[in-house]
């Protein structure tokens, strides 16, 4: 059995007039976070923790920010689409370990809604999916609630 790692970072700004979308779920806030897409920063992390996992590059370079067919679009098709990849390569999902690091709003009340989603979309056992959240105790631009950070590490499986 073949197994690898791979790891995936994301941020984004937060920005007044935005829905606030995380790990596939809409959260009630009164800032969104600013991007190309979504900008689920949860779900980018993980395709690019995917991504990596399997070397098939980036993100940007499936699902490039300059092209108006991914302008506006739902960071869960990219999962599916991601998922979709690894899988025609003859990977299936080990686990996925993800942190978010935010301010506000808290998100650990959402976690469970999250990992639902997720495994949802991926169509795998949510036990394969652990989220985390933090926060940067008021340092950096997370600190002064600028933006939004995740951290992903996937692990693939090919037998």
Not at 52 to 57: E, P, V, Y
């Amino acid at each position: 059995m073949q197994i690898r790692v791979g790891f995936g970072y994301d941020m984004h700004r937060l920005q007044e007039g935005r829905d606030l979308w995380m790990g596939g779920v809409k959260l009630d806030y009164e800032k969104g976070l600013l991007g190309h897409s979504d900008a689920d920063v949860l779900i980018h992390a993980i395709c690019d923790a995917l991504l990596g996992a399997a070397n098939l590059r980036d993100i940007g370079y499936h699902f490039p920010d300059n092209s108006l067919e991914y302008h506006n679009v739902d960071s869960k098709l990219l999962l599916r689409d991601t998922m979709n990849l690894l899988r025609d390569k003859g990977y299936s999902l080990g686990n996925i370990d993800a942190t978010v690091c935010a301010e506000q709003p808290k998100l650990n009340p959402h976690i469970p809604a999250m990992q639902r989603k997720l495994a949802e979309v991926m169509a795998v056992s949510e036990e394969l999916i652990s989220i985390k959240a933090t926060t940067s105790e008021k340092m950096g631009f997370v600190g002064r609630e600028e933006g939004i950070t995740a951290y992903a590490v996937a692990l693939i499986r090919k037998p």
